[in-house]
């Protein structure tokens, strides 16, 4: 028997928490975002005073007196806004995905790229690097290869068991390693001198290649696939308690997990088709969020958006000031996640729930 729309569903010591987290949580997160973004817009070479950060904005609405020189108006929207808005829209588009995959498999170390999705956009921008092709069609070349490998999980993954999710996931591995062998054997292939430098610190991700124009379509992908997670937010926390009992409450799960998955992996192949591979965002975000609001999806999914736009933020400031030499996002994102998802775990000292 079919039933209405179902309530969701937390594990017990999650049921007393207050329903008054929107209104702490995420005003707390948007106003710390918010500071973070003007601090890091006068964080450079040029150092600019947030005064005069909030100045050079206002000024492309209203008029206001310019006391500043044109060139830190370029500074300021050409060069760092853009960089800015970038790292908070893959932030929130990574970290939001982990947070679907992880419900959705009911495993704390599930990521994004589960299902091969980074595997096959690196083979995608390697491929346009290495034919000499233009950044546009690098972007392209990610975003396409990306969402056609967790395609092919998908066909080969309900080919040989529709309803396993173990399956998917084995798949998903074995898609991603096919990629990385093609990626392997393009860097063998490639110019040493200008072709493959130009490919591995692509691989190393990073948010120096982006442009104002690159902007536009990847917020209308991220903001896409998070209003589809955020409307199926009830059915995936039925489903995160077991396929069979969401079934019995009259959940279509096939439609749902497949819903899931193409939303989430449309955020994450928009995210690294701008930023190259950037790794344990999608990992540790969803726990620190579940620290703040328990896991029931529909507080899960907008805090862990803002907080991986947090913390993608901090990461590249910390990637672009800490030494004289920008420090590939990737790396920066490793040395950090690792230690940070190990002290998670000691906090946490209990099983997934």
Partial sequence: MRMGRPAPLAPARQVARPRRWRLTVIPALALALLGLAVFSLGLGRVPIPPGTVLAVLASQFWEVQADWSPAVEQIVTNVRLPRILAAMLVGAGLAAAGAAYQTLFRNPIVAPDVLGVSAGAGFGASLAVTLNLGAWAIQAGAFAMGLCAVGL????????????????????????????????????????????????????????????GDLPLVALLVGLALAVLYALRWQVNVMSVGSE??????????????????????????????????????????????????????????????????????????????????????????VIGAPLFLLLLLRARTGWS
Avoid: C, Y
């Fill in 153 to 212: 999980v998908l066909v080969v993954g309900q080919a040989i068991n529709r309803h396993s999710l173990i399956v998917l996931v084995l798949v998903g591995v074995v898609i991603a390693a096919f990629f990385q062998a093609m990626i392997s054997v393009l860097k063998i292939v490639a110019d040493p001198v200008d072709v493959l430098p130009a490919i591995t610190f692509w691989l190393l991700g990073g948010l120096n290649r982006v442009t104002p």
């Fill in 245 to 334: 009992e969401a079934r019995m409450l009259g959940v279509d799960t096939g439609m749902i997990r497949i819903a899931l998955i193409l939303s989430a992996t449309l955020m994450t192949a928009a995210a690294v088709s701008i930023a190259g591979i950037v790794g344990w965002v999608g990992l540790v975000v969803p726990h620190i969020a579940r620290l703040l609001v328990g896991s029931s999806f529909d507080r899960l999914l907008p805090v862990s958006a803002l907080t991986g736009a947090l913390f993608l933020l901090l990461v590249d400031n910390l990637s672009r000031g800490a030494t004289t030499m920008e420090i590939p996002l990737g790396i920066t994102t490793s």
